[in-house]
């Protein structure tokens, strides 16, 4: 491994899937990466909801051992009839996508009061889930535009745009010029006080679109809210949108290169939010390591290529290694170049021979690549995928291609950069997680783009996985790695997604998606040793490889929500298990949210609770960390307290805090054993 806090950028290791990425501007883009050729995502059958097919267990697995065999090696695939595999969940609940979005590709969540909302390439849904056994559908809102990435704060909606063919007025017949009024490429606002009849109140344009996005709710300015844009595709034209300029820094200090956004909204007149900044948070990274592909996918890969070269089809040298250009930008290079010359109908042999000779310039622009530059030192990452504000400790996470970022977002229009980890082992940094006190920092490797296979039995264990880092002050220390550990097939893409975290007190629990690999719960409480304590997994979504799977899986309320990229909405349950309690478990539903993004990290804070304190018993139970007579006692206070009411219940609380004080002295979890004194004596106030 060669791991790195060094101000260096990386090449995109993910080579064989950067040359799509790139050519995302003129087809569409997906998550890190780009597909072009999608065979339809579902079947044409009505839309339905199911809850029987996988096998519900009436409680977790009291084992402190994983199943074995693993079930989900193996499973029966099938669009919506695939096999299962659950451990220490529940399925609550699994619903088909409404009609309009049958074909279409699901991609993130936020929640609002009992709604979830659901991007989509196709627009957005929003789903009732008053009774999670059966959501319901609130409003199904056709508006194509990319991946739609959504962020929901009281009576707002925002919605990323970055496809070219995305239409301001939301409509379905694309845009066919290459410059035009009617494109969207940015944040769309809505209102949605009216649910049924949401508003379109304003839009942000950028030059290069909102890829994804982040809602910053600063506790600071109750007027205002800030929306970080990351927007991963080419630069437009300045006849499209003036200011618009894709020449590097050094060139043009004012590029749409290597800078951010930060857009502010005025809660009472969201038609006013504009781009307030454009912090160049980039500024002195270069290019970081990274370890391109395993031997057997570049074997294969160049078979590939030759074929594609033998049948005549059009190729590109990107960082070193040759890819085949998709279809569909080929085309549109080629009808470029038939308009250059004032002509008309199909290409000829001359443009073809043309667009040959000069598209490892078009492909050099497009990547940020320079065939002039000088040796040494190329420019570092030029844009994010994501990043995670955390308002309440004052920092966010960027997770910025080839680096991970450390930010300090005290002003939340001027975010500044406090350090950045490169990793060899990383392919393209996508997302970050805090733990709940700021203390550690997790960001995951979306190597492959999400379209690819990257959790094979021969894919290294430290590739497209999570990298997990402790913090101190402006400091990141990496301590382990955390993959997904049942390995998956080569027709499942499979690979580090997005998660957040379950607020189990106490400890650093997550729930994950890893797209066609299901969803994984790990805890990583100890840096340096993270665990899974439980999954569920389908299997294939079809016998080739197709983009399918669990874009993102999110605590919420209670719950543990899925957006399956093909077949819905799923919704779990955590079961008791040998490594959470049902006391845990309670103590977990306590933290309720009016609303959640999880790109805008909240603060977890339990009230006080006997859920509450019970878990830190169960906890200490769990590491010894007191005798278990005095576990026992401790847990028969609790319950003659509970009992009482009143002074007596006041009394005999305030009592066990005081003797837990004097516990704490020989307990080998000493700080665990202080905050169960804590909880206890929250309850003597509490009401």
Known sequence: MSFSLSNRRHPSAMVHSLLPAALAVIVFAVEGCAFFQLSPAVSSSPTERSTASAPIPAAGSLS????????????????????????????????????????????????????VFQGSFNGWQVWDISNPQQPTLRKAYVCPGSQSDVSVYRNLLFVSGEDLGARLDCGTGGVKDTVSKDRLRGIRIFDISDLDNPRNVGNVQTCRGSHTHSLLVDPKDPNNVYVYISGSSGVRSPNELAGCIDLSPDKDPNSALFRIEV???????????AIVTTPRIFTGLTRAPSHGETALDKAEHQKEVAAAKARGAFTAVIFGEEQV???????????????????TGAPTAADSATLRRELPAIIAKMVGEDPSAKPGPRPGPNQC?????????????????????????????????????????????????????????????EWGGGMQAKCRTTD????????????????????????????????????????????????????????????????????????EIA?????????????????????????????????????????????????????????????????????????????????????????????????????????????????????????????????????????????????????????
């Open 535 to 687: 999954y569920f997994d389908r299997g294939p979504a079809d016998t080739t490889l197709k983009l399918s799977g669990s874009w993102s899986a999110y605590w919420y309320n209670g719950l543990i929500v899925s957006s399956e990229i093909t077949r819905g909405l799923d919704i779990f349950e955590l079961t008791p298990s040998a490594f959470i309690s049902q006391n845990e478990i309670d103590a977990a539903k306590t933290v309720r949210f009016d609303y959640y993004n999880t790109q805008g990290q909240q603060q977890l804070v339990w009230p006080p609770s006997f859920a509450l304190a019970r878990s830190y018993v169960d906890q200490l139970e769990r590491s010894n960390g007191l005798a278990s007579g005095r576990i026992s006692a401790v847990r028969r206070s609790l319950s003659d307290a509970e009992r009482g009411s009143g002074s007596k219940r006041q009394s005999s609380l305030s009592t066990l805090a005081v003797e837990l004080d004097r516990d704490a002295g020989g307990s080998s979890d000493a700080s665990k054993v202080r905050a169960l004194a804590e909880a206890v004596r929250s309850l003597v106030v509490a009401r």
């Open 325 to 343: 250009a998709p279809n569909g930008f080929i085309a549109l290079q080629l009808q470029n170049i038939v308009k250059a010359r004032n002509g």
């Open 385 to 445: 995928h994501d990043i995670t504000l955390y308002p309440a400790i004052n920092r966010a996470g960027g997770a910025c291609g080839g680096y991970g970022l450390l930010l300090d977002i005290t002003d939340p229009a001027r975010p500044v950069r406090m350090s950045a980890a490169a990793d060899s082992n990383f392919s393209y940094w996508h997302s970050a997680t805090f733990n709940n006190d700021g203390s550690k920092i997790l960001f995951s490797d």
């Open 460 to 531: 290294p264990r430290e590739w497209g996985a999570d990298a997990i880092f402790t913090v101190s002050g402006s400091s990141m220390d990496f301590k382990s790695y955390y993959k997904l550990p049942a390995p998956q097939t080569r027709e499942e893409n499979c690979v580090a997604h997005n998660g957040s975290l379950i607020p189990i007190p106490g400890r650093d629990v997550m729930a994950q998606a890893w797209y066609q690999g299901g969803i994984s719960v790990f805890d990583w409480t100890d840096p340096a040793n993270p665990k």
């Open 64 to 115: 402190a051992s994983a199943p074995s065999p693993d079930p989900r090696v193996g499973l029966r695939g099938g669009a919506f009839d695939a096999a299962e595999a659950v451990w220490n969940l529940r399925v609550v609940s699994k619903t088909k996508p409404s009609d309009q979005f049958l074909t279409g590709i699901n991609s993130d969540l936020a929640f609002s009061g009992n709604n």
């Open 263 to 273: 857009i502010k909204v005025p809660l009472a007149n969201p038609e006013q939010a």
